[in-house]
């Protein structure tokens, strides 16, 4: 072994290499104020490696990358979990390059001769924002959809940023080129870019070597000299652990990154930015119309001129914290202005009732999605996986079979009763009442026999009572659970004052030419009137609606009856 | 950090801690990527074809073989699919039997085709060539046409189109 390395090294000099890098003398010695970077450099590492094995799952197309996602996501092994990690990853990175700032503010390392580092170290911290942004993008879900919207929206709001928005878009909307242009800048431009600055950062932070607390005397310094390998190495490592155990927590916790319901460009998301970028959706906020740009562009320009300027802007003669409190406390407002806004945001989501309920929504959206894709999704992609779902299809049948005679809540014709709450309490009382009205039979050509009840001939005690009664009839506890009292008074009536029996029978298949009331309103009722509405026990001579027996099949029939039945459960 | 600069024992134990952490760092990944990367070993990732498919009537069929293509609803890892071709078969008369075979050369897979003027299977690729009963005659083919199940349903032919392994002597089913 010992052979085969002399001869390696021999040829290549890696011994060298290894002595050098490992060797490098850290002057004051180890602290743990030195670790940032390193912890960014291993966090980028980590997101190369997790990035890659995603990728090896995920197809950047608008038919294929939600559900090639929720594949990812929902059904290979790891999935969730390495997309999580990749996901708070980015997180984690923002954190870092932020302590990392801070320590580089405090110590005044950005002052000569470091200010070429300085300058590569906030362009490693933009090229950080936008992996951020171009990945959020990638999983073409509703939040990613959305939220990138504002993104490249505000870039197209800036006066000549229109062409370059269409560039990066690939086109005036978002589709197909939109998402191979993000996922080309994301996986092969910016990991190229960064790493490319990272290993110019590297060699001019070796070349000036750490900034050690300017409060040391240069003999102090050279008399606590120790070596990076193992004491600052150990301490860097040691606080990647750390930075890779909170990442694994944080990703069992959420159980990964989330992932809405797929992108449609129909819907009302609300959208947000990760919590990252919330201080500058805020901001949006307060700049209306020709001021926009303020918010946009002008406010953070300045802020990014301010921190490049920072090495002309600090005059300061000495690199102590006290020789240097003025530039001291504008970082620090800077700072604090930004986590102000970032909390006002949150405070204002946290009490606005619409976003609260859209998210809850939109959450119950996802899952339901996710659910369907674990059958497989139709290459049309995306929103195709709601054809999975046998209510969705139902929709579509009512509204080519159905929905020509049959209103649903005043949308549709009204020729036959509207469905919207059929056979609730409220819809029931209805018939009753106002039965020739054009949402029940008014519009329904043979059906004229029965008639209004009003107050006079019910009065409202007794409607109430007699509408129980048809729900116990109805007999669906799980979903309609009746008064046993007031249904018991509608039974009496029913039998011994009111005319109704006279037409409507109440035990299970007895027929009178008017609906039999056992069980009307249940699912399997509403599938024998799609059926054949003109069964003795349904509407016999007065059904007007075709028969639909053979004309759909049994799934059809039972999805369309779910449907209806389902609209008279809310 | 008073701790004097270097020493031996301190070293030997922070580079263990450098190894351990390393370790486990480095294992966070790799453990969950072994199982993500190794996923289509043990999940079907694709499927269709496990079910017998009508290619045609009886009398279409005799001693001249007939390509015909298969259709079938299939999954392919997240997107499902219907009806979609899934692959073609021969379909020969030999004699009383009525075979079909898969187009896919048992050797590495390239599509055979029927060479009317010599009467048998030829691929294109190494040169194999087959019987009109699939037995190899020539060329690097181990084994011969891989001979589909076939139903006679009163009249109608179905097949059932299966995936084998290339380049093996026996036949061994995929999936």
Request: glycine share 12%; net charge negative.
């Amino acid at each position: 072994m010992s052979r085969l390395w002399a001869w390696v090294d021999s040829r290549t000099g890696l011994g060298d290499l290894w002595k050098e890098a490992a060797g490098e003398p850290v002057p004051g010695g180890a602290r743990a104020r030195y670790v940032f970077g390193s912890v960014l450099t291993f966090l980028f590492m980590q997101q190369v490696v997790l990035g890659i094995l995603l990728a090896t799952y995920y197809s950047p197309s608008v038919s294929d990358a939600w559900a090639s996602t929720a594949y990812l996501q929902d059904q290979v092994t790891g999935g969730w979990f390495l997309r999580g990690l990749h996901h708070h990853g980015s997180s984690a990175m923002v954190v870092v390059v932020v302590l990392h700032m801070i320590q580089v503010v405090l110590s005044g390392a950005y002052r000569a001769p470091r200010e070429f580092n300085w300058w590569i170290g906030l362009a490693l911290g933009g090229l950080v924002l936008a992996f951020a942004l171009t990945g959020y993008l990638l999983p073409w879900d509703q939040k990613g959809y959305w939220a990138t919207q504002v993104a490249t929206g505000i870039m197209g709001s800036v006066p000549g940023g229109g062409g370059a928005q269409q560039v990066l878009q690939g086109g005036v909307e978002y589709g197909n080129l939109t998402l191979t242009r993000f996922y080309a800048v994301h996986v092969f431009v910016l990991p190229l870019a960064l790493g490319g600055l990272l290993v110019a950062h590297i060699y001019l932070f070796r070349r000036h070597g750490v900034t050690p607390p300017a409060t040391l005397s240069e003999e102090e310094l050279r008399r606590t000299t120790q070596p990076f390998m193992p004491y600052q190495l150990f301490l860097d490592v040691l606080a990647m652990t750390v930075t890779g155990g909170v990442l694994v927590a944080l990703t069992v916790a959420t159980h990964g990154a989330e992932l809405y319901a797929p992108a449609d460009p129909a819907s009302n998301f609300v959208a947000r930015p990760e919590w990252y970028f919330l201080s500058l959706f805020q901001l949006l906020k307060y700049f209306e119309g020709p001021l926009q740009i303020i918010g946009t562009v002008l406010i953070p320009g300045g802020v990014a001129t301010f921190l490049l300027a920072l090495p002309f802007i600090d005059r300061s003669p000495s690199r102590t914290a006290s020789s240097r409190r003025r530039v001291l406390l504008m970082v620090g407002t800077l700072m604090a202005a930004v986590v102000a806004l970032t909390a006002i945001a949150a405070v204002e989501d946290a009490q606005n009732e619409g976003y609260q309920e859209g998210q809850s929504a939109a959450r119950a959206n996802a899952s339901r999605a996710r659910e369907l894709a674990l059958e497989g999704v139709l290459p049309e992609g995306g929103p195709a996986v709601w054809r999975n779902d046998p209510a969705y299809e139902a929709k579509v049948t009512f509204s080519e079979r159905c929905a020509v005679c049959h209103g649903v809540d005043g949308v549709g014709g009204d020729e036959a009763p509207d469905l919207g709450g059929f056979s609730t309490r409220e819809w029931l009382v209805g018939a009753i009442r106002t039965p020739r009205a054009s949402n029940y039979f008014g519009g329904t050509k043979g059906h004229t026999d029965m008639e209004a009840y009003d107050e006079a001939a019910l009065p409202k005690a007794q409607l109430d009572a007699v509408v129980e009664y048809l729900v116990r009839l109805r007999a669906e506890p799980d979903v309609m659970p009746w008064d046993e009292t007031l249904a018991a008074q509608g039974a009496k009536l029913w039998e011994e004052e009111l005319e109704c029996s006279g037409c409507h029978e109440v035990n299970a298949g007895d027929g009178g030419g008017a609906p039999n009331f056992a069980g009307r309103g249940r699912a399997e009722w509403i599938a024998r009137v799609i059926r054949n509405s003109g069964g003795p026990d349904l509407y016999e001579d007065s059904a007007e609606m075709p028969s639909f027996e053979g004309k759909l099949t049994d799934a059809e029939i039972d999805a369309l009856a779910a449907y209806v039945h389902g609209l008279g459960l809310e | 950090m008073a701790a004097p600069p270097d020493d031996p024992g301190r070293r030997k134990f922070l580079n263990a801690g450098i190894g351990v952490m390393g370790a486990g760092l480095a294992g966070t990944v790799l453990a969950p990527a072994t199982g993500l990367v190794l996923f289509p070993l043990h999940e079907d990732v694709t499927s269709g074809g496990d079910e017998f498919v009508v290619v045609g009537d009886r009398a279409q069929f005799g001693a001249v073989p007939r390509r015909v293509e298969i259709f079938a609803d299939r999954k392919d890892a997240w997107n499902r699919v219907t009806r979609v071709r899934i692959g073609a078969a021969f379909v020969v008369l030999n004699g009383e039997t009525l075979s079909a075979f898969s187009t896919v050369c048992p050797h590495l897979g390239c599509g055979i085709d029927f060479d009317e003027g010599s009467s048998c299977f030829k691929c294109p690729c190494h040169r194999s060539s087959f019987d009109l009963e699939g037995a190899v005659t020539e060329g690097p083919a181990p084994r011969g046409l891989d001979a589909l199940q076939i139903e006679d349903r009163g009249g109608s032919i179905a097949v059932m189109y299966q995936r084998f392994r290339q380049g093996v002597a026996q036949q061994e089913l995929l999936g």
